[in-house]
Structure formats: C-alpha cells, structure tokens
C-alpha cells in the first residue's frame, strides 16, 4: 500500500496504514480493544507529545483525526467515539510517539468508563527500556493499579498477523476513498 517505511516510535508499521496525509497517517492496530480501535499518529517519530507538533503539523493531525473519527463512526456503525491522547508515560502512553486512540462505542454492549482501564493496559509493545520504566513506576505506584484486573491482560489478547493487519489496513483504505467521495467537504 505504502512505498516508504513508515515507523510508530521503532515498529514498522507500513503495512498497518490505511490513510497517510503530508504529516501523519492512520494505521490498524495490533492489539485492538475493541474492533474499529485504530490510531493516528505523526510521521515524524520525533514528536512524542502533542507539543511537539510544529503548527503546520498539528492543523493536518486534527485534520485527519477528524476525518478519520467520521469514517470509523459510519463504518462501525458506533453511536460513539473514545478519542484519547495518551501524553507521557504516567497518562498511560505506552509508546514514546504521539499517537491517538479511536475507538468506537456503542450504546449496547458498552463496557462504560472500563474503556479507560483497558487503555492503561493496551500496549504495542513492551521493550521500550526507560520508557516502560516509566509507565511501570506509573502502574505500580498510584496509576489504576486498584483497577488494572478488570482490563484483559496482554497474554489474552489476540495479537493479529502481518497478514490480518495488512488485509484490514487495505479493505479500510478502500472503503476510507468510497466514504472521502461521499463527503467531498472532508477530502484533503
């Protein structure tokens, strides 16, 4: 789908991507929460909090965050949307670069404010030495740790293949472009 490598922090993540603008991009995501949970992230990997976007920056990040909640909400059929900023180890950002959650909710079936612990726990990975340290002093001092059991630990989610992430990351790009000429207003 993408001809340049694309990193989130130090993860390959090319073939996750399903919309890519001028200064970020919007990838599936490996260990979803929920199905529909994707991310938006910057393409420079130096921008590990929301600060540290340049003007230009932030205006397509918000841009694309905002036509990407559109089209996650009607292809989910969600009636609503978690959109979270993680920003630094103690608010739960487990990876060291800028990315937003999007995740859809529904009125039914709905897990509530429980979505907040199963963020504390979501993870891409976990070899991130000083940051992982970080959040890890987070968890175990006062973080949520008095609620931490009530999120599915890692080992029980379902990590997705190379294969399964790439099939999404098309089959959402394709139907991203079908939405975009529905909604000219949100075309870039």
Avoid at 2 to 28: E, G, N, P, R, W
Wanted: with cysteine; aromatic share 10%.
């Amino acid at each position: 789908m993408m001809s340049a490598s694309v990193f989130f922090s130090k993860y390959l993540v090319t073939d996750q991507i399903f919309y890519k603008t001028k200064h970020c991009y919007a990838l599936v995501n490996l260990r979803p929460i929920v199905p529909g949970h994707i991310l938006i992230v910057p393409l420079r990997t130096s921008c590990i909090h929301l600060k540290d976007l340049n003007a230009e920056e932030l205006s397509d990040y918000f841009k694309t965050l905002q036509v990407v909640q559109q089209f996650i909400q009607e292809e989910y059929r969600a009636d609503s949307l978690n959109i979270a900023i993680q920003d630094g180890p103690e608010a739960g950002q487990t990876v060291p670069h800028l990315h937003t959650h999007v995740i859809p909710r529904y009125k039914l079936n709905n897990i509530g404010d429980k979505i907040y612990q199963k963020m504390d726990n979501w993870t891409f990975d976990s070899d991130l030495h000083d940051w992982e340290k970080r959040r890890a002093a987070y968890i175990s001092n006062e973080g949520r740790e008095a609620t931490r059991e009530l999120a599915k630990p890692d080992d029980q989610k379902a990590e997705r293949t190379p294969a399964d992430l790439k099939r999404e990351a098309l089959y959402l790009g394709e139907k991203l472009q079908q939405f975009l000429s529905k909604n000219p207003h949100l075309a870039p």
